[in-house]
């Protein structure tokens, strides 16, 4: 065998050797100058899952994954076309669907005219190790991620954290932590660095918080620090653990900026020293009731002055402990309807001694210690009201005294009026009856005019009298109120009305002003009954005990509805005379049942 030949078979068994171990290794194509695909080897079947009479004839897409951007093929096609290797990862997709990854090397293969005219593809599997890079890229884009949402929400509850570090006790502080203390991210911390950043007057406290923490004790405390913006409170918490030997083996902790929380913690010390004040020291009795129960849950120092319960005891008290029995039914309803803190009408309440107090309220809804309740403010008017009342009275008896004095001067006027009429016109009138009667008629018609003349003189005479009888008070005609009233009964003997009397008086121990009032009241009831009643028979009973005089009218005439009958002259003067001397007025009658008239004065002792 000649020697060429020799050399020939010995290289051809060596390719196929490289051919054989290429193929059991890479997955190998060849494709024509336009793309397509002129050779596949057994493991580009086996990986794509593609049969190779579905490859041959098909260009590179056929297994396109989508991943990569058309930029990247591009590229690689601009290379090899050039004549030059190009290498990288690519990702395609297998007939099933399912994805894997090659490192590709596609070299161009020459013609006898050094002219590209097919590309050889050998790529290598690295499908697990993509996948796995991917799996550490997502845990540190995960870390990544979950780093940055710690040093938000860290920021968001402005709270970080440390962590101390064993052997060295060096310490790691989180971003918020840095920027809680205001020293740059990354600065190494120490546990002396820390303690310079404590306020100088908390110090000593840090440090033995610490200490007494590396013995055992829970290390959660509150103080400040200094930074480059100012004074700041801080609240720390830390784990501790340690081995069987009592060393410290792990230190945890937590770092929060409170001062916004201090600054309103202060700020509601204030308020609350200020509303203490306001509340204690309120002229006005205040106190805060629950809503629900209507229990006092506070009160202040006025309240408990005014109603005289010792603080502890009121603080038993409901409202309607204080509220008079008769005014519980109106609360329960106010309190039902809603209508309670709408009510500022003036109220009875009673103290702790008994003594009922008129108050007027001031109710507002609010929040006390987490519960619902009535805030309260009352005025007290009884004081006002006393004085109002007194001021009434003052008006009433001036009023009544300037009655009085109307009234007296109306009788000493009716006296005048009934005494000229007795002592002048009256004589004037039987002087002329006189002189007519002593007149000698010359005929029958002069007789007759002489007669009727007479006749009317001694009618007007009489007519008078009456008049000036009426006029003129019982006792400037020297008799006792009992002869006068009995006198004013002959009214009746023109109507037949049978008048009975009971009147039982001690006289001397009643003012002439009194007197002389009973008198007209007796008459002008005569006078309504003569007009009206078409009684037959009158009662008239007066009684007279300590304190007390009492007179009683009665008669069994027509009688009227007092709802449907508007009060005549007369009945009005009834009851203006007995308002003028304290006296009250009762009045009974009904149709066809006569009338009563009641009246009670009070009288001197």
Not at 25 to 52: C, H, L, M, Q, R
Not at 428 to 452: F, I, Q, R, T, W
Request: aromatic share 10%.
């Amino acid at each position: 065998m000649p020697s060429w030949r020799k050399q020939y078979n010995e290289l051809l068994f060596t390719l196929r050797a490289y051919q054989s171990a290429v193929n059991a290794a890479a997955i190998v194509s060849i494709t024509d100058i336009e793309g397509k695909i002129i050779y596949v080897n057994d493991k580009f079947v086996e990986v794509s899952k593609y049969p190779a009479s579905e490859l041959i004839g098909q260009k590179h897409r056929i297994i396109n994954s989508d991943y990569h951007p058309s930029i990247f093929f591009k590229e690689m096609w601009k290379t090899i076309r050039q004549g030059h290797h190009w290498r990288g990862e690519i990702k395609n997709k297998a007939k099933d669907g399912t994805y894997y990854w090659v490192d590709t090397i596609i070299t161009p293969v020459l013609d006898e005219n050094n002219k590209v005219f097919q590309f050889l593809s050998v790529r290598n599997l690295i499908t697990a190790q993509k996948e796995n890079e991917e799996k550490l890229i997502r845990v540190q884009e995960e870390l990544l991620k979950r780093e940055k949402q710690l040093n938000d929400a860290q920021q968001v509850v402005k709270t970080g954290s440390w962590y101390m570090h064993f052997p060295g006790h060096s310490i790691e502080w989180s971003e918020e932590t840095y920027r809680i203390f205001e020293i740059p991210s990354g600065t190494p911390v120490s546990y002396e660095l820390f303690l310079e950043k404590v306020h100088p007057a908390d110090r000593e406290f840090v440090h033995k918080s610490w200490q007494a923490a590396l013995g055992g004790s829970p290390y959660e405390i509150e103080h400040r620090i200094i930074t480059y913006s100012g004074e700041k409170w801080v609240s720390e918490k830390a784990s501790l653990e340690f081995d069987s030997s009592r060393s410290l083996t792990k230190a945890l902790g937590t770092v929060q900026d409170i001062t916004d929380k201090k600054r309103t913690e202060e700020a509601l010390k204030e308020s609350e020293t200020l509303y203490k004040s306001l509340f204690n020291n309120s002229p006005f009795p205040v106190g805060i009731l629950d809503k629900e129960t209507m229990q006092f849950m506070e009160v202040n120092d006025t309240a408990v002055s005014l109603y005289g319960y010792p603080k502890d005891e009121f603080l038993r008290l409901t409202a309607y402990d204080i509220r008079v029995p008769e005014q519980h039914d109106k609360l329960k309803e106010q309190l039902a309807g809603g209508n309670y803190i709408w009510d500022r009408t003036i109220r009875s309440h009673r103290k702790k001694n008994g003594e009922i107090i008129y108050i007027e309220p001031y109710i507002t809804e609010i929040s006390y210690k987490g519960k619902q309740a009535y805030l309260i403010t009352i005025n007290n008017v009884t004081e006002k009201l006393r004085l109002q009342e007194q001021l009434i009275q003052s008006k009433i008896t001036r009023q009544k005294e300037i009655n009085r004095a109307s009234m007296e001067a109306q009788e000493k006027n009716r006296a005048e009026i009934g005494r000229e009429l007795h002592d002048n016109v009256n004589q004037l009138l039987v002087a002329s009856n006189l002189y007519l009667k002593h007149v000698s008629p010359v005929s029958d018609k002069d007789k007759e005019y002489l007669g009727k003349s007479i006749r009317i003189t001694t009618e007007a005479i009489q007519e008078i009298r009456k008049l000036s009888w009426s006029l003129v008070p019982p006792a400037l005609n020297d008799l006792s109120l009992k002869d006068a009233i009995e006198n004013l009964s002959q009214n009746f003997a023109l109507t037949q009305t049978l008048v009975e009397f009971d009147i039982n008086l001690c006289e001397e121990t009643l003012e002439e002003g009194l007197k002389i009032n009973l008198y007209r009241i007796i008459q002008e009831q005569f006078s309504n009954i003569i007009k009206y009643a078409a009684a037959s028979k009158v009662k008239i009973i007066m009684k007279q005990q300590p304190g007390l005089l009492t007179l009683e009218i009665t008669d069994n005439g027509k009688g009227f509805d007092p709802k449907q009958t508007a009060k005549g002259i007369g009945l009005t003067n009834i009851l203006h005379r007995a308002e003028t001397y304290n006296g009250k007025v009762c009045i009974d009658s009904s149709l066809g049942n006569g009338c009563r008239i009641y009246l009670e004065f009070i009288t001197a002792q």
